[in-house]
């Protein structure tokens, strides 16, 4: 099946960029998604990015796709303390109707 | 959360009792989708719905079933709840046929099976 990579944890300085990255194995994905967990939260969908884009930015966030090495990164500039959250990768299982496969989450900690 | 409650929200059971959880939604979506999330391994699909008494399995089924008697309302069961089982639950609502195939999710069920 379908596997996502993502590191657990990543530490940046308030005011600096924080960049996520993520692996996956399958690239019949047709949109990959970025999705944001606050502290006893559900997941709220962040951004995602069309397969047959490099790139896509909104406002603060910019997502690279790099299909050849099936690879993610979400982009937040100017990263504030409102940012501190698990934020997952997910791909499609097949069509996105089967479900969406998901990386362990990386926790981003804002440093003063 | 998108017209998306889950109910309970928090429950404490015994090993060996059935479980029963429930999703309901008001925003009339085909497909429901039911995840568990644990430390060290993110959200994994347990069993999906792409309408009314259409069911199929995730990636982590096993101890678990579904019904779906109406387009609202997505029904998870653990017949005969083990430790393992303790998770948080998800249920996710997804309009396919959209683009993209976004999934809206609801607030979580923390579930402890002693």
């Known amino acids: 099946g379908e596997d996502v990579e993502q590191s657990l944890f990543l530490s940046v300085r308030e005011g600096d960029s924080s960049v996520i990255n993520c692996t996956y194995t399958?690239?019949?994905?047709?949109?990959l998604y970025w999705y944001k967990q606050e502290p006893g939260a559900g997941l709220q969908l962040l951004t995602y990015?069309?397969?047959?884009?490099d790139m896509k930015q909104d406002q603060r966030l910019t997502v690279l796709l790099n299909k050849k090495d099936k690879h993610l990164s979400l982009r937040i500039a100017d990263t504030q303390t409102g940012d501190s959250a698990i934020y997952f990768c997910?791909?499609?299982?097949?069509?996105?109707?089967?479900?969406?496969?998901f990386g362990k989450g990386t926790h981003l900690i804002i440093q003063p | 959360d998108a017209g998306i409650t889950q109910s309970p929200r928090h429950k404490v059971t015994e090993t060996g009792t059935p479980v029963t959880l429930r999703c309901h939604q008001t925003e009339n979506h085909r497909y429901m989708y039911w995840y568990r999330q644990d430390p060290g391994h993110g959200l994994r699909l347990i069993h999906y719905?792409?309408?009314?008494?259409?069911?199929d399995k995730g990636e982590v089924s096993d101890g678990y079933s579904v019904s779906r008697s109406k387009t609202e309302d997505f029904l998870l069961t653990l017949e005969s709840a083990t430790s393992s089982q303790t998770s948080v639950y998800f249920c996710?609502?997804?309009?396919?046929?959209?683009?993209?195939?976004?999934?809206?999710f609801g607030p979580g069920t923390r579930l402890t099976v002693l």
């Open positions: 990015i069309f397969s047959n884009m």
């Open positions: 719905s792409y309408g009314v008494k259409d069911t």
């Open positions: 399958d690239s019949s994905s047709t949109y």
């Open positions: 996710a609502i997804s309009d396919v046929g959209t683009t993209p195939d976004t999934q809206y």
């Open positions: 997910a791909v499609e299982n097949g069509g996105g109707a089967d479900g969406l496969t």
